[in-house]
Nanobody
Framework: QVQLVESGGNLVQAGGSLRLSCAAS????????MAWFRQAPGKGREFVVG????????IAPDNVRGRFTISRDNAKNTLYLQMNSLKPEDTAVYYC?????????????????????WGQGTQVTVSS
């Protein structure tokens, strides 16, 4: 049984930083593409950044580029999201997701419909 558990969400002031973690179990973590999605209040869930099994990084949208960094530790079965220079518009529930990586294209990594496994989410609130 695959489980993904996010942690690290918090209330932070604009300009601050947070590091989210996603602990995975029940899967061979190194074989999976992982991604972070987020859902802001009243909006749909959107892709933030993903990483393939070969550690290729796909990032979107443009407004997080240069501020957010994804990484994975296959020895610890853990995915991370380092978020710097946070803005109020980054306020959202952040979800990690996993899918077996048979050789995914970038467009597939960014498409949430490709992910069968999801965590419960962690709340990030950025105050102005």
């Amino acid at each position: 049984q695959v489980q993904l558990v996010e942690s690290g969400g918090n209330l932070v002031q604009a300009g601050g930083s947070l590091r989210l973690s996603c602990a995975a179990s029940g899967l061979t973590f190194s074989n999976y593409a992982m991604a972070w999605f987020r859902q802001a209040p009243g909006k749909g869930r959107e892709f933030v950044v993903g990483i393939t099994r070969s550690s290729t990084i796909i990032i979107a949208p443009d407004n997080v580029r240069g501020r957010f960094t994804i990484s994975r530790d296959n020895a610890k079965n853990t995915l991370y999201l380092q978020m710097n220079s946070l803005k109020p518009e980054d306020t959202a529930v952040y979800y990690c997701a996993a899918r077996y990586d048979y050789g995914l294209r970038s467009s597939e990594v960014a498409d949430q419909s490709n992910y069968p496994y999801w965590g419960q989410g962690t709340q990030v609130t950025v105050s102005s």
